[in-house]
């Protein structure tokens, strides 16, 4: 056992203190002692001088063991309790001290424990708060991006740097027209998260519109938005509604804080014509006609002269004649265009024809309670309408064959006649008369005992179009034929892509908001805050000096540490040489495959603009940029950005390790692969890898770029040279 | 001498009746195809009134109109305008350029000629 020496040092000196007060008593004794007296006590003491220094070491045993309890009960036990409080000071989850000692400690550990019960309560409940107010977060940040994804306005956010934050699919399809190289990068060059948005829009222009911003906020006005109006490349007019993104915490005196913008954007080229159309018919309709009636009126006035020579008779009559035939072309062809130009006011959405007709064979089945059928439909088509009211006009025509011709079987039929759509409902057996097509279409529809403010004939000519009623009777059949408008081969482009996106995208990141102008140098930068593009190349075979070619590249990027599975790139190449038979086995890239495909001359510009501002990163990184550094001459593109290897990067973290293949690593992080070499599966599992690696390399104090790739070179791969 | 008039109308079917009218009334008139045209024949005529079309090829009527204005020599000659634009701002413009009164299409050929021989003094 071990003894405290602050104890051992109390008990000596309590030892001293006998001992001496001993030494004192019996001088004081001594003393008054006669000196043969004192003789007498010398002999009688001195040989049991030993005894005396027994008496004292027992009585001094005596007072060490009281000591020791003492010591025990009010020294020992506050410093165990003390240490046991500071460990309970320091617990992260919730603990007691144990009753010990005297009363006064039980008290004081009970007190002790209180207080620790009271904190661990506080910190549970604030715990509590910090997970539900993150969840709101989360979902509010959800709910955005799906209101995003689906809404049909073009939106970008970006931060004052002029950074994307947010976009949706729209702005994307919108912004592609921007781009340089629409076929390959497909304007994912330019909207990624993290881009800046002056690729698309001029500097200049942004400014003044903030500045527009700025001035009105000053002012106090309420919604101080601008815009402005830009051509694109192609030489559409896009209008950009400009809205400042303000901090939430705006206090009083600080009205005009902006933290970002909103970009709205709209093309207006489709506007702009049918207005000048309209313009334009509008103009033939007054002028025209007004000098025409003049040229009627004034002929007319002549032919009332009772003296008229039949001469000019003649002539003036011709007049009329040919003015009337004038004013009967011009609104012939003002019909013509006033179902497109005049009339198209009403909100009609591009709709694929198919499913359409699926929808009202479903309805008119459940209303009507009569199998439908779907004759023939062209799959290709996209109609332009207005389904709702479209699908209630043909259910309710439905339901009035059924009630009043007893029709059993009914038949849909789509097809495309000229610019227009030709959707046919078909029955088998009775024909009605014109009265009764009349009636129905001018009637307000009903269902069951609701009755809709909206007639057949509405509902047609909200969509510009036409309805009738036809019989064929060789086939003892009739049918009503709808003529619906197609919407145009650009907004088929827009609706086929919008479908085609079917998972929810990573289309926003509003960490972003906090990240400013990056003023230090890219090597000094935290490889958690940078912008990768992690990409992977297929090639013909190992050896780029002996002719070897890339017939595949595929690139993700990774921004603020975080992977944007949507912004990719992929594509084939020509290598214009035989693809060799061996090589195939690992790719599978087949001559077919890549025949027709653009050549690295014009995918390699592509793929720079795509990487532009990022540092690069592949799996044994040396391979691939040694097939790019080979084609800088004859295409002109060099990639002068850092590049980051995961294989060497890997050696790094776990030096131990056999493996340092793609697979091998992929199998340690638990990911899964697909599309082993592919170059998109190999870059995406690459860009996996490389998330990983980031915080195991920050473990080991590996933080920058330049610290990454000094890491990198002084690994053992590093010597290796390809 | 009968006061002389210039039709000036690039639409053939109005001519024919408004020359037939003013005949008619007892002037001599006198017609131009396009406002080039027109100006030509204002200057070598110096007609008391012209009729004056605003849309015509080659010269507008307001161009005509001003190029007759701008003439210290034809300063006496009347112009009626004549317009198938309803538009106010028309009548201002052609005002403002010095034409003496306007006149819209369709009009009723009796309300012409009343027009034009107000402004000629009420004589023929």
Redesign the interface.
């Known amino acids: 056992m071990r003894v405290d020496r602050r104890l051992l040092l109390v008990m000596a000196m309590a030892g001293l203190a006998m001992a001496g007060w001993l030494g004192v008593t019996a001088a004081l004794l001594w003393f008054t002692l006669e000196p043969a007296q004192r003789e007498i006590v010398g002999a009688l003491i001195g040989p049991r001088m030993a005894l005396l220094a027994l008496s004292w070491a027992a009585a001094l045993a005596l007072v060490a063991a009281g000591l020791r309890t003492l010591w025990r009960t009010y020294v020992r036990v506050p410093a165990r309790l003390l240490e046991e409080t500071r460990v309970l000071l320091a617990a992260t989850s919730a603990q007691q001290l144990g009753p010990r000692g005297s009363a006064e400690m039980r008290a004081l550990s009970a007190a002790i424990n209180a207080l620790a019960a009271q904190r661990d309560h506080l910190r549970e409940d604030m715990a509590h708060q910090v997970t539900q107010a993150s969840h709101r977060v989360q979902q509010e940040k959800n709910r955005l991006s799906a209101l995003m994804a689906e809404l049909t306005q073009s939106v970008v956010v970006c931060n004052l740097d002029g950074r994307i934050l947010l976009y949706n699919n729209r702005a994307r399809l919108q912004l592609r027209e921007f781009s340089q190289m629409p076929d390959l990068a497909a304007g994912a060059e330019l909207i990624g998260i993290g881009r800046s948005i002056y690729a698309v829009f001029d500097r200049q222009m942004v400014a003044h519109a903030l500045e527009n911003i700025h001035r009105r906020l000053v002012r106090g006005a309420a919604s101080p938005s601008t815009q402005f109006v830009t051509t694109t490349p192609t030489g559409q007019l896009l209008r950009v509604q400009v809205a400042p993104v303000r901090p939430g915490e705006t206090d009083a005196g600080n009205v005009d804080a902006v933290s970002g913008f909103v970009l709205m954007l709209d093309n207006v080229m489709r506007n702009f014509e049918q207005e000048s159309l309209r313009d334009r018919l509008l103009h033939g309709l007054?002028?025209?006609s007004?000098?025409s009636?003049?040229?009627?009126?004034?002929?007319l006035?002549?032919l009332g002269?009772a003296d008229l020579e039949p001469e000019?008779r003649e002539?003036?009559m011709g007049?009329l004649h040919?003015?009337l035939t004038a004013m009967s072309a011009r609104i012939t062809d003002l019909v013509q265009h006033s179902t497109q130009g005049l009339k198209t006011r009403w909100p009609l959405e591009e709709m694929l024809g198919a499913d359409l007709v699926t929808a009202a064979q479903r309805q008119i089945e459940k209303d009507c309670q009569r199998s439908v059928t779907v004759d023939s439909v062209d799959e290709t088509l996209w109609l332009k309408v207005e389904s709702f009211t479209l699908l209630q006009a043909l259910t309710y025509l439905s339901s009035r064959l059924v009630d009043e011709f007893e029709v059993k079987f009914l038949r849909l039929r789509l097809q495309a006649v000229g610019p227009r759509a030709q959707l046919d409902l078909i029955w088998t057996g009775h024909a009605m008369s014109t009265e009764t097509v009349m009636t129905w279409e001018m009637d307000a529809m009903r269902f069951g005992t609701q009755s809709l403010p909206l007639t057949v004939r509405d509902v047609v000519e909200r969509h510009g179009g036409e309805m009738w009623f036809e019989r064929e009777r060789i086939r003892h059949e009739a049918f009503f034929r709808f003529l619906l408008p197609l919407a145009t081969a650009q907004e088929q482009l827009e609706a086929t892509q919008l479908l085609q996106s079917d998972s929810r995208p990573e289309y926003y990141d509003f960490d972003l908001f906090q990240v400013s102008a990056q003023g230090s140098e890219l090597d000094d930068q935290l490889l958690s805050e940078l912008s990768y593009t992690v990409f992977d190349t297929e090639t013909t075979g190992l050896d780029p000096s002996q002719g070897d070619e890339i017939i595949q590249i595929g690139a993700v990027r990774i921004v603020n540490g975080k992977l944007l599975r949507q912004e990719i790139f992929e594509q084939l190449l020509d290598p214009e040489r035989l693809i060799p038979a061996a090589s195939i086995q690992i790719h599978g890239i087949t001559q077919d495959m890549v025949s027709g495909k653009p050549g690295i001359g014009k995918v390699l510009p592509a793929f720079h603009a795509f990487a532009k501002d990022t540092v690069l990163v592949a799996h044994n990184a040396a391979f691939d940029m040694k097939f790019l550094q080979l084609k800088e001459a004859s295409t002109g593109v060099a990639f002068h950005q850092p590049v980051l290897d995961t294989l060497l990067l890997s050696a790094v973290v776990h030096p131990n390790q056999e493996s340092h293949q793609l697979e091998s690593i992929a199998e340690r992080f638990n990911i899964t692969l697909q599309g082993r070499h592919t170059a998109m599966g190999d870059a995406m599992v690459t860009a996996e890898v490389w998330l990983r690696l980031i915080p195991l390399l920050d473990a080991m104090g590996i933080q920058t770029l330049r610290q990454a790739r000094q890491a990198a070179q002084a690994t053992y791969y590093a010597r290796l040279k390809y | 001498m009968s006061k002389k008039i210039l039709v000036a109308d690039d639409?053939p079917?109005?001519v024919?009746?408004?020359e037939?009218?003013l005949k008619?009334e007892g002037y001599t008139v006198l017609v131009a195809r396009d406002g080039q045209q027109a100006l030509e024949t204002i200057t070598l005529e110096k007609p008391d009134l012209v009729l004056l079309d605003v849309?015509m090829p080659l010269k507008t009527g307001f161009e005509v109109c001003q190029a007759v204005r701008a003439n210290e020599d034809l300063q006496a000659t009347k112009i009626l305008m004549?317009t198938?634009?309803?538009r106010d701002t028309d009548v201002a413009k052609g005002t403002a350029l010095g034409a003496d009164d306007y006149i819209?299409?369709?009009?009723?050929?009796?309300e012409l000629a009343e027009k034009v021989a107000r402004m000629l003094g009420g004589l023929p």
């Open positions: 007054t002028e025209g007004r000098s009636l003049a040229s009627m009126q004034a002929a006035d002549m002269y000019m002539r003036f007049v040919e003015e | 639409e079917n109005i024919i009746s408004l037939y009218l008619r849309m004549l198938a634009k309803g819209t299409k369709p009009f009723s050929t009796r």
